[in-house]
């Protein structure tokens, strides 16, 4: 009996994954609950085990190829398997969306082309536009209104390429007019919808293969940290403030700290008090912990403190999540912290704890160097830079002494974030972080 698995509903409004790679190949035996692919969504990358045990028939989905919820991903021969039917794993079909009925349009075919689809301004207000976040952005990115693209992908969906194709049609030079006519002037004569700021489009380059060069795909992490770095450049006016911070004090402190966190199996970084004072300052200055609404045209204040930790892993850099950090001691954030990075680095990390950030902390630790300017985590509005900390010579009172000494650095979406209120809030992580009694005066 042949079994069609399909990318099942991993919820959080995924719609499709991306297939990193593939654990199993075809003709190999399978028992139950073996991990057998590894797929990437806007959120994280999942491992998916087999719902049966049997042999590998098919493979449906080449690995680095896009694959949309409820479509094909391999196909097992459970003949002989004495497997149980699968429940739990039974492949998420209910979830797809029926197919959309086909709108009328109109075609205009240009030779050597492919029809340029129009929508009525009456039909795109009242279409229900199936798309990724992803897609959706790209085509607030090209300027055009996604509910007037009609889509390729399964029941309607709008794919990136969807969009793409849209926009050079956008661009292209017009055509003489055909039957298409009354469409057009219909819209031309409907209210017209307020358009994105149209941004800079990415032209794709070609570069010259030499014998002696080696290629890799631009795929999996990579690529999404690629479009994440992109999106936040493009959508975000982008600015950075820069401050010596004198942790003299708090250097001595951790060190007596640190036998009682190790007497309760906790390591005791400088991280938990950097995540303390950032918290601190957001409380104080809380529109560095918020987002804009662009759809909507409204700052969204956040309640929440979850403070995203960039952290260096073999796949590529990603940004764990330690949930309500104000909340937590200094101990507590100490303790969630390790295994939270752990799993980042291993690539065990759900979904839940590799997105939902509110503010980002950027720290290289011992290579943080004298200064950077860390890319802000879109859609948040700020990240903080954290770098080396050194005995550096300064003046105290008239006199030269030897401190210890780092810099922070804040980056800012200029914006949303006024300078003088960015400086504001480093200032007060920075009188925290020198005098870091004040830490447990605080009510967080």
Not at 117 to 130: C, D, H, N, Q
Not at 357 to 374: E, H, M, R
Request: glycine residues 6%; hydrophobic residues 45%; proline residues 7%.
């Amino acid at each position: 009996m042949a079994l069609e698995f399909r990318l099942p509903d991993i919820g959080e409004g995924v719609v499709e994954g991306e297939i990193v790679r593939w654990l199993v190949k075809e003709g190999d035996t399978l028992r139950e609950d073996q991990p057998m692919v590894e797929v990437m969504t806007d959120k994280a990358t999942v491992e998916i085990p087999t719902p049966r045990a049997g042999k590998v028939s098919k493979l449906m989905v080449e690995a680095g190829k896009i694959c949309a919820v409820g479509q094909v991903m391999i196909v097992i021969d459970t003949d002989g398997a004495g497997s149980q039917p699968a429940t739990t794993h039974q492949p998420a079909t209910t979830h797809q969306p029926a197919p959309a009925q086909p709108a009328p349009v109109a075609a205009s075919v240009v030779s050597g082309s492919a029809p340029v689809v129009t929508v009525s301004a009456a039909e795109a207000a009242g279409r229900k536009v199936l798309a990724t976040p992803a897609t959706r952005q790209l085509a607030r990115n090209f300027g055009i209104d996604i509910r007037t693209i009609v889509g390729s992908g399964p029941g309607g969906r709008i794919t990136r390429d969807d969009v793409r194709r849209a926009s050079a049609e956008k661009s292209a030079p017009p055509v003489a007019q055909t039957k298409a006519a009354p469409v057009a002037q219909a819209m031309e004569s409907a209210p017209a919808a307020p358009k994105p700021v149209a941004l800079p489009q990415i032209v794709p380059v070609s570069v010259a293969v030499h014998p002696e060069d080696e290629r890799v795909p631009f795929r999996g992490l990579r690529k999404k940290i690629a479009d994440n770095m992109v999106r936040s450049k493009l959508q975000t006016a982008d600015f950075t403030y820069v401050e010596e911070c004198d942790v003299t004090e708090l250097v001595a402190l951790r060190k007596r700290a640190q036998k009682r966190a190790a007497e309760r199996g906790i390591k005791l970084s400088f991280l938990p008090f950097l995540i303390k004072a950032v918290v601190s300052g957001l409380k104080k200055y809380p529109i560095l912990n918020s987002t804009l609404d662009t759809e909507k045209d409204e700052i969204v204040l956040r309640k929440s403190y979850h403070i995203g930790v960039a952290a260096a892993t073999d796949a590529g850099l990603m940004v764990p999540v330690l949930r309500n950090a104000d909340r937590m001691s200094l101990f507590q954030i100490a303790a969630a912290l390790e295994p939270l990075a752990e799993r980042a680095r291993t690539g065990k990390a759900s979904r839940e704890e590799l997105s939902g950030s509110t503010f980002t902390i950027s720290s290289l630790g011992k290579l943080g160097g004298v200064l950077a300017t860390p890319v802000i985590n879109f859609p948040e509005v700020a990240v903080l830079g954290v770098h080396k900390i050194k005995e550096t010579p300064v003046v105290r009172d008239g006199q030269i002494v030897i401190r210890e000494i780092m810099n922070l650095s804040i980056s800012l979406d200029h914006r949303i974030v006024d300078g003088y209120e960015g400086a504001l809030f480093l200032q007060h992580v920075i009188s925290m972080l020198e005098d870091p009694t004040l830490m447990f005066m605080e009510l967080v």
